[in-house]
Each structure stands twice: as C-alpha cells, then as structure tokens.
C-alpha cells in the first residue's frame, strides 16, 4: 500500500476536507498516475452530498484527472514513466460481457467500476477519486494524452469532452446538417465545439441572452432565447438532431417539434422530474428520443487525438484545492465558463 493525500467528504453534504488514505501497492498491469489536475464534474456535487442515494463515505470525488505516468507494473505495455496520460469515469468493467466485448464499457451490463465511490473488482476497497495527488489504475483504462495541449484544460475532456463526442459522433453528425444544442454549460459548450469541428451548422439554445456572444465565439452560427416563442417557431421543422445537454427541469417538445422529419433528440442529462412527453410529436414524424451516457476507453481515446489534432480544450477556471467547496456553490449557481479545474500541485500546501 502506498499513502495517498486527497480532499474528501467524510459524510454525506459534509464540506471537502484534507483526507489521507492509502493507493493499492502496484500491479502487474497496473499504472501509477501522480495527478496534476482534476476536473470538477456537477456529479461530483450530487454525489458528495449523496442525491442519488447509496453513496459510500469518505469519499474522494474527481473523475476529470490528467497527470504524469511515475510507475507501471511489469507486465503494463501500453505506458512507461514520464508519460502524460489520463484517467475518466471509470476504472474498470467486466469486460466479458457484449458491451464491454465491443468496446463499450460504459454500458457495462454488470456496471462498470466507476473512479469513485465504487466497490472496487479486484478486492481492495472502494474506490477513491482525483482530488488526490496519485492513482493506481489497470493500464486498460488509463488513456495517452497529448502534451500538444494545455494539460489543465485537457481534464475536462474525460466526461464533459467523451460525454457530447459520443453522441455526436453516433449520430453521425457532419457537414450539411443543421444541429441544435441546449444548454451552454460544461456539458453544451463542449457539445458546440466538436459539432462546430465536425462540420455541422450549430444553433445553441439557451435562455439567457447574455450567453449570445459566448455562444458565437465557442462556434455557433445562431442563437436562440428558447423563452422566446417565436425565435423558437422561426425554427421548427428544420433540426437534424439535438443534443439537450440540462439536467435542471424543462419541455422537451418544444424540442421534438423543431425536429425534421426523422430527427432525434439526444439527451444527456436527467432531471428531477421526469418531462412530460406529447407522443404525436414522435409518431406524425417518426422522430426519436436516445441517450447517451460517456463514451467506451476506445472512443475516449479518439477523442483525445481528435482535440489533440483540433486543437479543441474545455475553457476552464483553474483553482487550488481548498477552494473547492466555494467552487461547489458557485457550480449550483451557474458561475463557472465552463468548468473548475483543481490544480493539484496546491494540495502539498
């Protein structure tokens, strides 16, 4: 075993606080990150304060973690030390069911182990997060990334850059084809650049009109206040596809009706309360709803190399660990373009 310092709940809606634990020693397939930044996700905060139930404490959130390779075991092939590499949502899978067979462990039929919170399959514990200053993970899950970029502003891109690329790329989202995506925040404005970088011609929705101008500069064509009516009817009829990227509460068929003929309508997020949903906007049109939940260790891999090509970030806030707790409240009010990064050389202090 190996200490480790993180920040941690130590129970449920309790404040992050310095937390010392212990790593697993090193497996044979095992890599060693020493972490120098952790992306801060929205589910971070949901599951530090336990809203979606069964959550396990102490815990030690961050699932957004890049940093540099220190040691691998004597069997890992994929990564040596010194290398910048990165580590998302999860940890590990069954990887023998169909999806993990296909190169989709998020869809793990058994569950995939998650960075955080979760039993670990190999017995030694639950697993601990990137607000920490190392992490020890099998080499099958730890992904290369691209010292090209601003490694801070990388971070992100292991869920709020795997979570909008998956399903823009799915859908097969290119050149010629009308997108609309809801919602500028962590999630949307990831979701406006790689549609942008795809091809497409991007609309953001949003309802708030002072986001216009940063919605332009991410890489939309136009701008819609949904609150407004008739910006909103202006559109109808005309959308290939949508992703709706807001877990807060609202009508989705204002967004099935601005759907094509066979269109769909994607959703990322979910809400308290389940939407109400008007049928005749599926069936007069043969639109579809799907969703979407991050992306398979290949696809994320992709994805990197493809930011790494484009030159695409998230646009970050860069903080130091004890501010952490201010970050959270600032998250639930909005006040973040787009999203905190912990730099985690702040933890030695």
């Given amino acids: 075993m190996t200490a480790a310092l993180g920040y941690a ?19 044979p397939h095992d890599v060693r990150i020493e972490i120098s930044y952790c992306g801060v996700c929205h589910s971070d905060l949901h599951q530090v304060r336990d809203e979606w139930g069964h959550g396990t404490f102490p815990m030690v959130p961050g699932h957004e973690i890049v940093g540099r390779v220190i040691e691998v075991g004597e069997q890992v092939t994929k990564f040596k030390a010194g290398d910048v590499a990165g580590v998302g949502c999860m940890v590990d899978s069954c990887r023998s069911c169909p999806a993990c067979e296909e190169g989709l ?66 859908w097969k989202i290119g050149p010629g084809q009308k997108v609309g995506i809801v919602g500028l925040g962590g999630l949307g404005h990831m ?43 202006a559109h109808a009829k005309s959308f290939d596809f949508i992703l709706d990227c807001v877990s807060a509460p609202h009508d989705i068929n204002a967004y099935l009706a601005l759907l094509k003929r066979e269109g769909t309508l994607a959703l990322l997020g979910v809400p308290d309360t389940p939407p109400m949903l008007q049928f005749q906007h599926l069936i007069y049109s043969r639109r ?5 939940l991050i992306g398979g260790i290949a696809e994320t891999q992709e994805m990197l190399d493809f930011c790494a090509e484009h030159g695409i970030v998230s646009d970050i806030e860069l903080i130091a660990i004890d501010r952490i707790n201010e970050a959270y409240e600032r998250m639930l009010k909005s006040d973040v373009k787009y999203r905190f990064v912990i730099d985690i050389a702040t933890l030695a202090a």
């Fill in 9 to 27: 709940a130590e129970i449920a809606k309790a404040p992050l606080v310095p937390f010392s634990f212990e790593r697993r020693a090193t497996r």
């Fill in 105 to 170: 462990e998020q869809y793990c039929e058994k569950g995939f182990t998650g960075t955080y919170g979760a039993k670990s399959r190999i017995g030694d514990g639950i697993t601990y997060g990137g607000y920490s200053n190392h992490i020890v993970v099998d080499e099958a899950f730890v992904l290369h990334v691209s010292d090209k970029l601003e490694l801070a502003a990388v971070a992100p891109l292991l869920c709020a850059g795997i979570t909008t690329y998956s399903p823009l790329r799915y």
């Fill in 191 to 233: 979701a406006v650049k790689f549609a942008k970088a795809f091809g497409a011609h991007v609309v953001l929705f949003t309802t708030s009109a002072g986001k216009t101008d940063d919605a332009r500069r991410l890489g939309a064509a136009e701008v819609v206040i949904s609150k407004n009516r008739d910006e909103m009817k």
């Fill in 288 to 292: 579809q709803i799907g969703g979407s």
